[in-house]
């Protein structure tokens, strides 16, 4: 057998992540040296810089001639994986934006291990966005897991941060050991790791091995269902969500959901959803669950959701809905009548980067006011920060879908794919919950402008976190007032045959 190299002129195809990696060794050195007294702030800044090269390397890989395969398809530089990785990077680089000079020593106290552990939980991410193999996927989860597990810790001396970390880090080891025996079961069949060889193995062995094809598929789905926080997998997020520093409760609901949401889309059509298995019971069988599954993240997190008077908790449900609707355009399946399913999918993850990081800067300025996460410390945030009240309406507006907003175009797009599938029960699901949402969105623009608490402290902020919820109220409503724009971008550089499938 040949043995596979990587080229020196392979490394430029990887620009975006060494990228990360020179930032990250770079960042880590300095805080090693530096006197323990000096402030640590400017570091997020180099970190900032870092991020933006990374992604400028990206934007630079949308829409090649061909996608480029490495080392013997394990590793993939496409438009799938481009438009994810940035993604991945808007949305690590708001969060490191928003958390220079507005994080407290109390909160994160070592800030420098935060720069710089933000970086490599990115870039496990990225490794996930453009994976081939089984093995290459592992290694991003891993990479991203550990170094969430040890973000989420930070607060060493906080109760509630030391109890989110232990149910993190030992529910997610019996996810990821879900997901290696999930694999495993496909490397037994097939004898090989590489994805595009994995789905020929299995067209093959599919007759005689089914029940093991079966239990392969439902392994991975309950183990990449908990790394997305959906229904019944979810039960770690809240406890998280409420522990951790809140810049880190951002990344957990952004970036850390949106690549394992990438994994998953990739995965399941390339080893799943398409080939000999597609003549099977089997497929229908593997929508069927995806729909089973986002019905009932919608579900749990909308109704659930009613009743949480912690805005950690309540944003943590919310990113549980959420992981419903954003699942449903992989459940339906590419078809001659519908066959934007990734531009949805991409379209709704890019709006609901914005209205979530917006409204986690939202919450930091309510914290550094009243010192608790609690949704009474929105009460009368209108006569105290107008601004920041109409900022944080317009996020709301967002994530509950309503026009004219991302959340709202994000939504409708996906519905409307639905419906032209045929799937109407699952649209129904669709309208219902997010009708049942408006109730505890509206509550907390009512806490604004019809609760006024006497004696409140005044609002304060840092120019980097106004700065931040600006940029993602803004982007919330230009991509309310020109949805087009971006969908029809998504649509125009994205190949179904070239970006998404592996072996064509």
Known sequence: MEPIRLELSDLGLLAPELTLVAAAVVLSLLDLLLPRQM????????????IIIAAVFAAGQLNPAEPKQLLNFSYRVDDFAAILKLVLLAGAGLITLMSIGSVKEDEIPHIGEFYYLLLPATLGGMIMASSGDLITIFVGLELLSITSYILVAMRKKDKRSNEGAFKYLVLGGVSSAVILYGMSFLYGMTGSTVIKEINAGLGQASHGMLPLVYLSFFLLLAGF???????????????????????????????????????????????????????????????????????????????????????KRLLAYSGIANSGYLIVPIAIQFSMMHYSNFAEFAFYLIAYLFMNIGIFA???????????????????????????????????????????????FGKLYILLGTLQTQHYWLAAVMIGTSVVSYYFYFGLIRQMFMRSEDGAQPIRTSVPLSVTMWLCVAASVVLGLFPHWVLGYLERIFSLTQDLFIFS
């Open 39 to 50: 402030n640590r702030t400017w570091l997020g800044w180099l970190s900032l810089v870092g």
């Open 362 to 408: 939202v919450l930091m300025i309510i914290e550094r006011s009243t010192g608790d996460d609690e949704i009474k410390g929105l009460a009368g945030l209108y006569y105290r920060a107008p601004g920041t009240a109409v900022a944080a309406v317009l996020l709301v507006l967002s994530l509950a879908g309503l026009p004219v907003s991302g959340g709202f």
């Open 225 to 311: 269902g908990f790394k997305v926080a959906a229904a019944p997998f979810h039960m770690w997020a809240p406890d998280v969500y409420q522990g951790a520093p809140t810049p880190v409760s951002a990344f957990l609901a952004v970036v850390s959901k949106a690549a394992a949401f990438a994994i998953l889309f990739r995965f399941i059509y390339n080893v799943y959803a398409i080939g000999d298995l597609m003549n099977l019971p089997f497929h229908k069988d593997v929508l069927l669950s995806l729909m089973v599954v986002a019905a009932a993240a919608m579900i749990v997190g909308n109704f659930v959701a009613l009743r949480q008077t912690n805005m």
